[in-house]
C-alpha cells in the first residue's frame, strides 16, 4: 500500500507536469499504484485537499454561497 507521503509526491509530480488538473492527477496516480479513487480519502494531504477544493470550486462542482454548508474539506472530516 502506498502511504501519504508517496501518494502526495505522486501526484504532486503530474501537477508540476501541467497537463492534469488536481482530479485528473489522483484519478491517474490511483491508477499506477491499483487504488480505488473513493479510498483515497486517508491519503490526501492538507494541500491536496485545499487545491482540490479551489479546482472543485472554479469548475463550479461544488456550491460556496453563503447558505452552503457543504466543503469538500467537511467531507474528509467525517
Same mark, same amino acid.
Do not use: H, Y
Given at each position: 500500500?502506498?502511504? +501519504?507521503? &508517496? ?5 504532486? +509530480? %503530474? $501537477?508540476?507536469?501541467?497537463? #492534469?488538473?488536481?482530479?485528473? @492527477? ?5 491508477? =499506477? =499504484? =491499483?487504488? &480505488? ?5 486517508? %491519503?490526501? !494531504?492538507?494541500? $491536496?485537499?485545499? +487545491? $482540490?477544493?479551489? &479546482? #472543485?470550486? !472554479? $469548475?463550479? %462542482?461544488?456550491?460556496? !454561497? =453563503?447558505? @452552503? ?8 472530516? +467525517?
Amino acid at each position: 500500500m502506498i502511504s +501519504k507521503k &508517496e501518494f502526495t509526491e505522486q501526484v504532486e +509530480k %503530474l $501537477l508540476r507536469g501541467g497537463k #492534469a488538473g488536481v482530479m485528473d @492527477s489522483i484519478v491517474k496516480v490511483c491508477e =499506477n =499504484n =491499483n487504488i &480505488e479513487p473513493e479510498s483515497t480519502k486517508r %491519503l490526501l !494531504s492538507d494541500p $491536496l485537499k485545499q +487545491k $482540490l477544493q479551489a &479546482e #472543485a470550486q !472554479s $469548475l463550479k %462542482l461544488i456550491n460556496r !454561497s =453563503n447558505g @452552503s454548508q457543504a466543503t469538500i474539506t467537511s467531507f474528509f472530516t +467525517k
